[in-house]
């Protein structure tokens, strides 16, 4: 299986600044018949599922907040929060999907400094 | 909008058979695919198998031997059964829709949480 580790574990942002999050693949997931890095990030909240908030490695989903943005490709991606809000206090994961098995990084909490 | 609602007992015995039930709501289940992810408490995502709107399914290899993922159209409802729990079974349970377009697990059920104990 690709192995997704993702880094910090935590982090701590005051409101209105940039949280970066990166995520690194054990294998490349840029397909290179449609040159589309197979790479999701998802939100979750205390108590609720999680959310998918980008596909593609950068395709925001419909309805996500403009200052969630993701980049990246091969092996090394980034969910960048560009101003961060109350309402993002969250996990964060990502997940690969070009491998026959899906799998996702441990997750990062962001939390408010 | 398609809607997800996981069902089933809340505690199953070791070694007896997890079973769950995943409602469909808001669009034919025949339009997509299905699966379902799991989440021990206080930990990550496992992605457990998948299910096609053709009835085709994958496993995850470490679950494979223990696992069924079955659907009933006229019902539109989809299912898991994991036989043989342990204590490592332990999880809340989520129900996806797997989107085929952008590949990602676009809807989620609100989970279940499943305890295996005696």
């Known amino acids: 299986d690709i192995v997704m580790t993702q880094s910090p574990d935590s982090l701590a942002v005051s409101l209105g600044e940039r949280a970066t999050i990166n995520c690194k693949s054990s294998q490349s997931l840029l397909y290179n018949s449609n040159n589309k890095n197979y790479l999701a990030w998802y939100q979750q909240k205390p108590g609720q599922p999680p959310m998918v908030l980008v596909f593609?490695?950068?395709t925001r989903q419909s309805g996500v907040p403009g200052r969630f943005s993701g980049s990246g490709s091969g092996t090394d991606f980034t969910l960048t929060i560009s101003s961060l809000q109350a309402e993002d206090v969250a996990t964060y994961y990502c997940?690969?999907?070009?491998?026959?098995?899906?799998?996702f990084g441990q997750g990062t909490k962001v939390e408010i400094k | 909008q398609v809607q997800l609602q996981e069902s089933g007992p809340g505690l199953v015995k070791p070694s007896e058979t997890l079973s769950l039930t995943c409602t469909v709501s808001?669009?034919?289940?025949?339009?997509?695919?299905w699966s379902w992810l799991r989440q021990p408490p206080g930990k990550g995502l496992e992605w457990i198998g998948h299910?096609?709107?053709?009835?085709?399914?994958n496993y995850s290899p470490s679950l494979k031997s223990r696992v069924t993922i079955s659907m009933d159209t006229s019902e539109s409802q989809f299912s898991l059964k994991l036989t043989s729990v342990t204590a490592a079974d332990t999880a809340v349970y989520y129900c996806t829709k797997y989107n085929r377009g952008s590949y990602a697990f676009d809807i989620w059920g609100q989970g279940t949480m499943v305890t295996v104990s005696s």
């Open positions: 299910i096609h709107n053709t009835g085709s399914t």
């Open positions: 808001g669009d034919s289940i025949s339009s997509y695919h």
């Open positions: 593609w490695a950068s």
């Open positions: 997940q690969q999907y070009i491998g026959t098995v899906p799998t």
